[in-house]
């Protein structure tokens, strides 16, 4: 995972994904790839905030249940949750599923129901909030 999408990540943080050849900024800009840069915070490439969200993943929202019932196709769906996958009728398998829009924290493994678009979809999670299986309700 890259850099966190906050404004409280630190020099090492920077340093742990970019891995440049001494751990200090010159040289962080030195070794860090352009293309991994976030083009609304890379800036002049001079501080340490020009590094905000870098070698980060897009997330979307998707409407998802609590997950608590035997039945989820029952369930309304009522809580944001968010993906880094690009289907947008919701996740599917291989996705990773987070509780937050910062993508640091995983939904808990369950069965849950997802709505995006017109449909609703069981999607079971795993470790790590990987989709294991969808199926539709």
Do not use: H, W
Not at 20 to 34: E, G, I, M, Q
Not at 127 to 133: D, I
Request: proline content about 3%; some cysteine; glycine content about 10%.
């Amino acid at each position: 995972m890259g850099v966190p999408n906050t404004t409280t990540f630190t020099l090492q943080n920077v340093v742990d994904v970019v891995n440049p050849t001494t751990d200090d900024l010159v040289d962080s800009f030195a070794d860090a790839v352009s293309s991994k840069f976030d083009s609304d915070y890379e800036g002049s490439k001079n501080q340490l905030l020009n590094f905000r969200n870098y070698d980060g993943v897009t997330l979307i929202a998707v409407t998802m249940s609590s997950g608590t019932s035997k039945d989820v196709c029952n369930e309304t769906p009522n809580i944001t949750r968010y993906t880094d996958g690009t289907n947008f009728d919701g996740p599917v398998v291989g996705d990773v599923v987070y509780t937050n829009s910062t993508g640091t924290s995983f939904l808990a493994s369950g069965n849950y129901k997802s709505q995006m678009g017109s449909s609703g979809s069981n999607v079971q999670i795993g470790s790590n909030g990987v989709v294991t299986a969808r199926n539709s309700c």
